[in-house]
């Protein structure tokens, strides 16, 4: 990360060091995956910094990568430094804006390719771009893949044009002759036969030019085709068919600029006050000071909270499920080979998991160290969240089968599974708001481009309208786009369903990115004034929800210490959801547990595990206390019973499930 440039000053003014939030006053944020449409966060951070001290961040892909800068961040506002956001999220998008001597923005120059696949990023990167023809993939497929673009293609385009002239002149003349229906003659082997000698050798001469003409139109450029294919197939089986199949392992390449992943453990380093050869944890961020009050003593859970608690969603390819890190007690125990890691992470980074690590399986064709949970490197979770295909290489990890043996796991990018978990730190009740930040590609007709959607019963049900009739709608007759909405709808249906929910729809700003000016996604050809624009679309989202969860109505101005009537309105809506949620759930609750009938009642369940020894009499005591409970909160939520009917019903209404840890 470079220090601040003196140029004029885009974009927000820094954080003043008198002017900080209140103690006390936290929020948590998530933020949606993408990949280059990420430059809209760092701004948007920052107006949220202004006024929230951040508790819990969470992301996906991208949004990881924003994650981390900003845990960064609030690690070093927490010791007494607001250089993470001034000197580098408040810079992100000038720096990343700024023209590189490699050509193209400083953006483009951090996805740097492993050896022989520049071909290939080009190509993905003029695909992604969207420009049609020449503009498009046409002009990177033939100057890489052409067999000597300088002379094959005029060579091509000439005797092609000469002979289309070929067979227009051989046609004009079989005409002026009169010999048309001979040549359709001569096409045929029996007719040939029986031409009378005289007109043989005008037909054949005609058949011969206009068989030449025909070669030259239609035979070189085939060659020319079938080779630029086989040069293309060679390519994509090397880089593409072998292990990890990316085209970018995040790390620079010997003697080119440095890679997206240097460049981003340069910046949380930066971000957190912390040397290069100390990279920031998850356990330096859970024990940061200044985090919420400790939980109240015999409350039977840990005592403290985590400070700054920082989660990334990973992509488990060969377990076929998403992936949380750090990870969890009860997610499983992963493992990393140093030889591998060594070609996706700086030396530092290296150097900190093998002191941390030791050796656990020391066989000579595994060498396996556990993957810390707490003392994780921020950077690592974040390439793991972060690992879009083809683009970036999947990162490899270990685990043990029941047997003992070792087996390698592909972790691949966190969207795959979970764009846009803005479910992460949701509590029955919150103590202070979860904000959302996420990038669509749709929006109501003649809407804007930042919106919040109500929480109140007479909006729409859906906050992000399919798009109207016209060029951008889906083309339901063209099986590409037919297949690509059965993927696109696989990949985020849980997210969609989650946004709709209120409680959660009116704390997500919408940021939309007009898919048909090729902004974002994988379009790393973006120009300094698209960067520019879209971190400034991220300012005005994050100004947004200070403005819907700070700002008094009528008044303009930010609540210092009273919360405004929207939190409090947030906080009622999110209790009536539960408890609507919790009153479906439990029906049946008391039925099912005393029936008879193909079953037994959960009390002689429990009396025959406190006498087989599985339950002590305080452990049965309390389930029995448990269950009537449970049965009570069933007679006091049961509408047809004689308790208070709930007059809330948002829609539409939220369930209460289980799920296994991620």
Known sequence: MSAPSAAP???????????????????????????TDGVVYPWAI???????????????????????????????????????????????????????????????????PVAGAQALLELLIAAASGAPGWRGIGGPLAANYLPWPGLCLPLAIGLSALGAVGVLASL????????????????????????????????????ALLGASLLLCLVL??????????????????????????????????????????????????????PLSQPLTFRDLWRAPGGPDPRPQGSGLQERPKSIDLQMMSTNLTHGRA???????????????????ATYFPPEILHHLCLCSPLQISHPEWGLRALPQGELPVLVAA??????????????????????????????????????????????????????????DQKWPSGPDLWIVPAWQDLPEQPHPPTPPGPTAPDWTNLFDFLNQILTTARKWNDNASVRLPGVRERVVNIYLDPQQHKGGL????????????????????????DQFLVQPGTGCVLASEPSLHWHA????????????????VVGFGRSATQTVHGQPLADMRTQAHTQGRLTPVQSQALAQAQAALENLEDKLNPQGPAVQQPAKPRPQAELRLRAPL
């Not at 947030?570 to 759930?585: D, E, G, I, P």
Request: hydrophobic content about 45%.
């Open 570 to 585: 947030h906080r009622w809506l999110r209790f009536t959801s539960f408890v609507n949620a919790l009153q479906a759930k």
């Open 221 to 274: 450029p085939l060659l020319l085709l079938g080779a630029t294919s086989i040069r293309l197939a060679r390519d994509l089986r090397e880089h593409l068919g072998g292990q990890g199949m990316g085209l970018c392992t995040g790390l620079g390449q010997p003697g080119g600029p440095e890679g997206f992943t240097d460049w981003l453990h340069q910046g949380i380093q930066a971000a957190s006050g912390r």
């Open 523 to 546: 379009n790393l050809n973006l120009s300094t004034t698209d960067i520019l624009q879209l971190a400034a679309k991220g300012q005005a989202a994050g100004q947004l929800l200070v």
């Open 323 to 341: 992936c949380g890190f750090p990870l969890s007690q009860d997610s499983g125990a992963l493992f990393f080979r140093e030889q591998e890691f």
């Open 9 to 35: 000053r885009v974009g927000p003014v820094p954080l003043a060091a008198d002017d900080q939030p209140p103690p006390g006053r936290f929020c948590d944020l998530v933020m949606k995956g993408g990949v």
């Open 383 to 440: 390439r793991l969240s972060l690992s879009f295909p083809v683009l970036f290489k999947a990162v490899p990890l270990w685990s043990i089968a029941e047997g003992g043996a070792p087996y390698r796991c592909w972790f691949s990018d966190g969207g795959i599974c979970a764009n846009f978990p803005i479910h992460l730190f949701d509590a029955l009740l919150p103590r202070w708001p979860t904000f959302g930040i996420s990038l669509v």
């Open 172 to 207: 004009a003349g079989l005409a002026a002759a009169g010999l048309l229906p001979l040549l359709q003659a001569a096409l045929s082997a029996w007719a040939w036969m029986n031409l009378p000698s005289s007109l043989a050798w005008p037909a054949s001469s005609a058949l």
């Open 46 to 112: 920052l107006e949220l910094a202004r006024q929230y001290r951040f508790q819990s961040i969470g992301g996906t892909s991208v949004g990881a990568v924003a994650a981390a800068l900003t845990a960064a961040s609030e690690y070093s506002r927490r010791y007494g430094s607001l250089k993470g956001f001034n000197q580098v999220l408040l810079e992100v998008p000038q720096e990343l804006a700024k023209a590189h001597s490699s050509g193209g923005t400083r953006l483009r120059s951090l996805f740097q």
